[in-house]
């Protein structure tokens, strides 16, 4: 069973970049459109109800996910 999560945030997300509980950078705005999470006023996600675990998830490149909110 599948659990599909679409939100409309309207540029009022917030993401932290955190380093053994330390927050490297903190983004404010919209979501970036690829990093697998959506994009703009959007989170998208589909969540597997039985293992809790996000579906079709990939590992993240911290610098192509920096870049992201640079841009």
Avoid: R
Wanted: proline share 3%.
């Amino acid at each position: 069973m599948i659990l599909k999560l679409v939100a409309k945030s309207s540029d009022m997300n917030t993401v932290k970049l955190i380093d053994k509980g330390e927050t490297v950078w903190n983004h404010e705005g919209e979501v970036p459109y690829n990093i697998g999470l959506g994009g703009g006023d959007y989170v998208k996600l589909e969540i597997d109800a039985e293992t809790g675990q996000i579906q079709n998830w990939q590992p993240i490149d911290v610098k192509k996910l920096t870049s992201a909110f640079e841009e």
